[in-house]
T-cell receptor
Framework: AQSVAQPEDQVNVAEGNPLTVKCTYSVSGNPYLFWYVQYPNRGLQFLLKYITGDNLVKGSYGFEAEFNKSQTSFHLKKPSALVSDSALYFCAVRAWNSGYSTLTFGKGTMLLVSP | DTGVSQDPRHKITKRGQNVTFRCDPISEHNRLYWYRQTLGQGPEFLTYFQNEAQLEKSRLLSDRFSAERPKGSFSTLEIQRTEQGDSAMYLC????????????FGPGTRLLVL
């Protein structure tokens, strides 16, 4: 079985400061890892993904994430937060060698960026 | 490039009624997924189509739920004899397949069962 843990329900950061949203995962074999963002009453928007290759992945809106195989983590980062980054962030995983494409999501982390 | 669309965006129904939701994936995406999201939770997988074939169903998908993708394009999700516990956001996503596993989500259909 595959699972995702997002240990923080909420992350608070001041605008201009760096932000980190944590994610750890459990999966059999190599993982596909994803980050999505959700604004109120909206669907999920894709931010970035890790499949293979460089452990540091760059995505939309200045976000990046670092894959750490030994710690089974895929933390989302941004060097300088914007108020408009305030939203709900989801980490998701699927097994790389899975015949099907089921994504397993974490519970989400609310990011609040204060002016 | 149009994204994934879902209809309706909101649905209020009475317990015991049947409801049907529609999802139109991104054109040329051969994989289509349905998820359910409740408040404070991440999306939970319901079912998955590759073209018109339904390849995987979650244990969450009781026999009151049925999904179709008759021509490998749009999909419908029907809930029969709705219960208050069915109240949730129903999300549809599509992906290109063929090694590109990125799923793109629609805006969702929010269902309220009274």
């Amino acid at each position: 079985a595959q699972s995702v843990a997002q240990p923080e329900d909420q992350v608070n950061v001041a605008e201009g400061n760096p932000l980190t949203v944590k994610c750890t995962y459990s999966v059999s074999g190599n993982p596909y890892l994803f980050w999505y963002v959700q604004y109120p009453n909206r669907g999920l928007q894709f931010l970035l993904k890790y499949i293979t290759g460089d452990n540091l992945v760059k995505g939309s809106y200045g976000f990046e994430a670092e894959f750490n195989k030994s710690q089974t983590s895929f933390h989302l980062k941004k060097p300088s937060a914007l108020v408009s980054d305030s939203a709900l962030y989801f980490c998701a995983v699927r097994a790389w060698n899975s015949g099907y494409s089921t994504l397993t999501f974490g519970k989400g982390t609310m990011l609040l960026v204060s002016p | 490039d149009t994204g994934v669309s879902q209809d309706p965006r909101h649905k209020i129904t009475k317990r015991g009624q049947n409801v049907t939701f529609r999802c139109d994936p991104i054109s040329e995406h051969n994989r289509l997924y349905w998820y359910r999201q409740t408040l404070g939770q991440g999306p939970e997988f319901l079912t998955y189509f590759q073209n018109e074939a339904q390849l995987e169903k979650s244990r969450l998908l009781s026999d009151r739920f049925s999904a179709e993708r008759p021509k490998g394009s749009f999909s419908t999700l029907e809930i029969q004899r709705t219960e208050q516990g069915d109240s949730a956001m129903y999300l549809c996503a599509s992906s290109l397949g063929g090694g590109d596993e990125t799923q793109y989500f629609g805006p969702g259909t929010r269902l309220l069962v009274l």
